[in-house]
């Protein structure tokens, strides 16, 4: 049995989206993020940067944090979602980086500065609605005559898809980006995907937010 903390968010999506492609048992507990109940000393000791999703693997013992270090976790743990060829590997590990560092963090950064941030300077917006184009241009090309980001479907994709998934959600459009559209329809269109951007729960509303965009 696996708990996980979570909210309904993209890093936690990934993880719920991992454990029904895995079939693993879990069940998901809400920390509500809103009410700040990541900073209870409960949640710290799980991590300590306070932050969702969490982990805890029961039959293991193991508590982790970081949602792509979970990825990779639960891959292993299964042999599932990817590839043991060490060529394709290595390009699975450093595109889990890639999605870390720059799509995630930088995702969030656009969607902080030009939906969110209840002032909204006009630099830091455009610096990043413009990095935000430039990553999904690298995302377009790194799926030319690609399904995946890999050989197959793996855990690469999903990282990849929870902030694609909440970003088209908040109204940043991929439309003029085809690679990109068919891989994120393909991935849409997967049963245990459909079932994981609802645990624990489903995005929130953000259409007031992009009203008053």
């Known amino acids: 049995m696996i708990t996980l903390y979570a909210h309904g968010s993209p890093n936690p999506h990934k993880i719920s989206i991992a454990l029904e ?31 969702v999703p969490v982990i805890v693997d029961h039959e293991t013992g193991y508590t ?11 891959a292993e743990k299964t042999g599932k979602l990817f590839p043991t060829d060490a060529q394709q590997r290595w390009k699975g590990v450093q595109l889990l980086f890639f999605q870390a560092a720059s799509i995630g963090a930088m995702f969030g950064q656009r969607a902080h500065f030009s939906l969110f941030a209840p002032e909204k300077p006009t630099y830091a917006v455009a610096r990043y609605l413009k990095e935000g184009d430039r990553l999904t241009t ?33 109204g940043f459009a991929i439309d003029a980006y085809p690679n ?20 624990p729960l489903e995005l929130p509303d953000f259409t007031p937010f992009r009203n008053a965009a």
């Open 21 to 51: 492609e895995l079939g693993l048992l879990y069940e998901s507990k809400i920390i509500n993020i809103w009410e700040g109940e990541q900073f209870s000393p409960e949640f710290t000791t799980l991590n300590p940067n306070a932050k």
């Open 64 to 74: 982790l944090y970081e949602s792509n270090a979970i990825l990779l976790y639960l």
């Open 138 to 170: 690298v995302l377009e090309t790194l799926l030319t005559e690609r399904e995946y980001f890999l050989d197959e479907y793996s855990i690469v994709d999903i990282a990849h898809f929870g902030w694609l998934w909440c970003s088209t959600h908040q």
């Open 180 to 199: 990109l559209k068919n891989w994120f329809d393909r991935i849409a269109a997967r049963p245990a995907v459909q079932k994981g951007v609802t645990v």
